[in-house]
């Protein structure tokens, strides 16, 4: 089932909170539907790790990495509409953060009893990332841990490999079944896609296939972990 999602709610305030396991995870993943909630929204990042792994070269890792992708992170966010104080910086190991699951729950729990969302989106337990996966079992402990009713959406940046192992065979086969909602993001897609080329470190190896999947489409896709408020959708 697919769904249009509709936050021209007539609720006073509503809180987004989005959880990327990297710097830049917020703009392929969701820069057209932030851009258009931060019109009108409070829009919170949570960036997980530090993105010192981020790049092919070996030679380019490292602390100096993080401390670009930290900077980048903050100009993009600046294009998407949000506020840099909006920005929370884990800066757990880039492709490590599987060993700091129970760690970092503790401290997104922390944030969310801060902020106090309507809505958290974070990656899909079915990801093919260690990151991803371990940053969705992250949000899903913390939600857990603080006890509240919220909307719950996740995406899905890096489709598993059949081929790796039996648990990405089930990841793999599970995500016909899951809802969708889908977001139309053709008015944000220039300023996505701008908000991406302030991340240089990266964009500079992003492939034409890539690019083409998460700034040429019109729909932003996010799947339903669990809706409270169903005045959201529409």
């Not at 769904?3 to 057209?32: S, T, W």
């Not at 966010?77 to 700091?100: C, E, H, M, Q």
């Not at 402990?141 to 959406?153: D, T």
């Amino acid at each position: 089932m697919i769904l249009i999602i509709n936050f021209n709610v007539k609720i006073l305030v509503v809180r987004i909170l989005f959880v990327a396991p990297h710097p830049d995870d917020e703009c392929d993943n969701a820069g057209g539907t932030l851009a258009k909630l931060a019109k009108s929204h409070d829009i919170y990042i949570v960036y997980l790790t530090d993105g010192s792994a981020g790049s092919p070269n070996p030679e380019e890792r490292g602390e100096k990495l993080a401390e670009i992708r930290r900077r980048e992170a903050v100009e993009g966010l600046k294009v998407l509409g949000i506020k840099k104080d909006n920005a929370f910086f884990l800066n757990y190991p880039d492709t490590k953060l599987r060993f700091y699951i129970w760690e970092a729950s503790v401290k997104v729990a922390e944030i969310i009893k801060e902020i106090k969302p309507n809505i958290i989106i974070y990656p899909s337990l079915l990801d093919g990332h260690n990151d991803h996966w371990s940053g969705g079992y992250i949000t899903r402990i913390a939600i857990r841990k603080v006890g509240i009713a919220v909307n719950e959406l996740s995406y899905l940046n890096w489709l598993p490999i059949p081929s790796k192992s039996v648990f990405d065979v089930i990841k793999y086969l599970l995500i016909p079944f899951h809802r969708k909602i889908k977001v139309d993001v053709r008015e944000y897609k220039r300023i996505k896609l701008e908000a991406m080329k302030k991340h240089e470190s990266q964009f500079k190896y992003l492939d034409a296939n890539y690019i083409k999947k998460f700034f040429d489409s019109d729909y932003e896709t996010f799947y339903v972990e669990g809706i409270v408020n169903e005045m959201l959708v529409a």
